[in-house]
């Protein structure tokens, strides 16, 4: 069994609200065994596999960590929503701040990754996108675990090293990033420079988005790092 099952086990049972007794019970195996499973100290068989999967409601993907999506479904760029998609999921609560900053940030986000594909740099476009995907998890990490009763399982990567791991990760994909753009510099013609009316001339809608977060996030180096405005 590969090394996910034993932690998406323990995720369900704790999600489930359930002790490992009542959860071995109704699965028909000992506390002994299912303790072994959880810890990934014994391997289970397939009729186990379709067990749990029918007992918690997921697929045998999703157990053995080979799809994030408990229906165990693949996504595809045409399945992911729009960022302004209507819904409940895009209604903020609280001030009008986070919709304000997330605004910003999406917007931004739509320059950087034209910017970036003009390079023709396959690589570049990936470590930007790893960058930003880190710095996400990271900052989701910390909302997670504002409730104590929210089951650690959720991550593959655990302890307290995991900012660290994560902090090295993001400054790998940075450097990754300037590497590939310098051989772009080396081998393709130079990009066009940049100057806020060429933004506002090739963005109109989101130029002043991006202006405002350099605004914003210079602003607030100077607060919390000491630097200069």
Avoid at 14 to 42: D, F, N, V
Avoid at 166 to 195: F, N, S, Y
Wanted: hydrophobic share 40%.
């Amino acid at each position: 069994m590969n090394a996910d099952f034993p932690r998406v086990l323990t995720l369900l049972r704790k999600e489930k609200g359930i002790s490992q007794k009542e959860a071995a019970a109704q699965l028909g195996i000992s506390q002994a065994l299912l303790s072994h499973y959880e810890k990934g100290i014994r391997e289970c068989g397939l009729e186990f596999l379709v067990r749990c999967a029918r007992f918690y409601g997921v697929s045998a993907d999703y157990l053995l960590g080979i799809s994030p999506e408990r229906s165990g479904s693949t996504i595809a760029v045409d399945d992911i929503p729009e960022a302004d998609a209507a819904g409940k999921e895009n209604v903020f609560h609280g001030s009008i701040l986070p919709v304000l900053n997330k605004k910003l940030i999406s917007n931004s986000l739509n320059i950087l990754f034209d910017q970036a594909a003009r390079t023709q740099n396959d690589e570049l476009v990936g470590h930007i996108s790893d960058f930003l995907m880190l710095a996400v998890y990271r900052m989701f990490r910390l909302v997670y675990r504002r409730n104590p009763k929210n089951p650690s399982g959720l991550f593959k990567v655990s302890g307290p090293l995991q900012e660290h791991y994560a902090d090295a990760a993001m400054q790998l994909c940075e450097a990754k990033a300037a590497e590939a753009l310098a051989e772009t510099a080396r081998t393709g013609e130079p990009a066009a420079g940049i100057t806020t009316e060429s933004l506002t001339s090739e963005y109109p809608l989101f130029a002043t988005s991006l202006l405002n977060l350099i605004r914003n996030a210079e602003n607030a180096i100077a607060q919390r790092c000491g630097g200069k405005q």
